[in-house]
């Protein structure tokens, strides 16, 4: 990291980012150019390693990309603001980039995974038994391997 005073290195720090992130972006092996998909999410933390879940359609170019390789880039980010430096501008941010494997979530894990989601996203009364009984819906989890945050002059969280 080029301005390693801005790292974001303890690891409840990385969890709040990923906590008040409404999005995580999927970065895939897409063949000729890189894929990157906005996906709505859930996480768990396991001794002590942060695995993300996430559902999609059971075909489509996400899947197909998946199935080639397993290998992902996940990024989660908020945005604080542009503010002004005197000579121009700059943004305020918190980031993540996590690098990891993706799979296929069956049986327990699938409903573990979609209860994580809908908790994060603010539903945790929504069944997730339901969710997951549906045939359109596949349930992937993201191991994160190699996990990074960084940071430029955030604002306190507005309550």
């Known amino acids: 990291m080029r301005k390693s005073e801005r790292a974001i290195t303890a690891s409840e720090e990385i969890r709040s980012v990923i906590d008040r992130s409404q999005v995580v972006r999927l970065g895939l092996f897409g063949g000729e150019y890189p894929y990157v998909v906005p996906l709505s999410f859930g996480y768990e933390v396991r001794d002590g390693k942060i695995f993300v879940y996430f559902h999609c359609a059971t075909e489509g170019k996400k899947i197909d990309c998946m199935a080639r390789d397993g290998r992902v880039c996940l990024e989660f980010d ?79 969280a507005r309550s």
């Not at 945005?79 to 996590?98: K, N, P, R, W």
């Not at 209860?115 to 359109?136: D, F, N």
């Not at 596949?138 to 940071?151: A, D, L, M, N, S």
Request: one cysteine or more.
């Open 78 to 156: 908020l945005f604080h603001g542009y503010v002004e430096t005197g000579h121009s501008l700059t943004a305020d941010y918190e980031s993540v980039i996590a690098f990891g494997t993706v799979r296929r979530c069956t049986g327990e894990e699938r409903i573990r995974g979609l209860k994580a989601l809908l908790e994060h996203t603010g539903y945790p009364q929504v069944s997730a038994e339901a969710c997951a009984a549906l045939p359109i819906v596949e349930v992937f989890c993201v191991t994160c391997e190699e996990i990074t945050g960084k940071r430029r002059f955030p604002r306190p």
